[in-house]
T-cell receptor, first 114, second 113 residues
Framework: GAGVSQSPSNKVTEKGKDVELRCDPISGHTALYWYRQSLGQGLEFLIYFQGNSAPDKSGLPSDRFSAERTGGSVSTLTIQRTQQEDSAVYLC????????????FGDGTRLSIL | KQEVTQIPAALSVPEGENLVLNCSFTDSAIYNLQWFRQDPGKGLTSLLLIQSSQREQTSGRLNASLDKSSGRSTLYIAASQPGDSATYLCAVASGAGSYQLTFGKGTKLSVIP
């Protein structure tokens, strides 16, 4: 497809389990971003990848969160030992290059921790 | 730390009316400002991006202005339609990472037929 693709669209899991969220950016976009959208907190930046540079992980809320980007394309966000406060919509975006370019978002993964 | 505020939180208007959504930010040292639209259960759709050196951008019935010195932006929607109903988010790129967006909490717009 032409847009940013995220999977799964919904994920329900038990507290303490690990989850993996996937993002396929727009072809040719070198920059990839993860955000979290939760009630009351709005949208928060989590992590940024640009080409082969070291990612900016400054927004990750704890060491239970990690992300990788393979081959400069697909990215996975992993949450270990999930907690109820991790429940949110996780949005991925990509852009052509980095700063100054509009970011294009996927529809997100709605994560619910029971 | 950059903070972005959007007023009002919700707005309801009759179809055909022109309307203005407001966004303010605390740190005027921004790289750019983006307006997004979010439909329920969906991601964000980029509407307009204004670079810090620009004063406004237009796309169809939408016009966004930027006054960096006062920390304000407005999104003007002309001749509103029911299909414009959505949440509108303002985001600014600032700080050490010029790509890092700080978002407002949005204005939920309802256009009544």
């Amino acid at each position: 497809g032409a847009g940013v693709s995220q999977s799964p669209s919904n994920k329900v899991t038990e507290k303490g389990k690990d989850v993996e969220l996937r993002c396929d950016p727009i072809s040719g976009h070198t920059a990839l971003y993860w955000y979290r959208q939760s009630l009351g907190q709005g949208l928060e930046f989590l992590i940024y990848f640009q080409g082969n540079s070291a990612p900016d992980k400054s927004g990750l809320p704890s060491d239970r969160f990690s992300a990788e980007r393979t081959g400069g394309s697909v990215s996975t966000l992993t949450i270990q030992r999930t907690q109820q406060e991790d429940s949110a919509v996780y949005l991925c975006a990509s852009s052509f290059l980095g700063s100054g370019q509009p970011q294009h978002f996927g529809d997100g993964t709605r994560l619910s921790i029971l | 730390k950059q903070e972005v505020t959007q007023i009002p939180a919700a707005l309801s208007v009759p179809e055909g009316e022109n309307l203005v959504l407001n966004c303010s930010f605390t740190d005027s040292a921004i790289y750019n400002l983006q307006w997004f639209r979010q439909d329920p259960g969906k991601g964000l759709t980029s509407l307009l991006l204004i670079q810090s050196s620009q004063r406004e951008q237009t796309s169809g019935r939408l016009n966004a202005s930027l006054d960096k010195s006062s920390g304000r932006s407005t999104l003007y929607i002309a001749a509103s339609q029911p299909g414009d109903s959505a949440t509108y988010l303002c985001a600014v790129a600032s700080g050490a990472g010029s790509y890092q967006l700080t978002f407002g909490k949005g204005t939920k717009l309802s256009v009544i037929p």
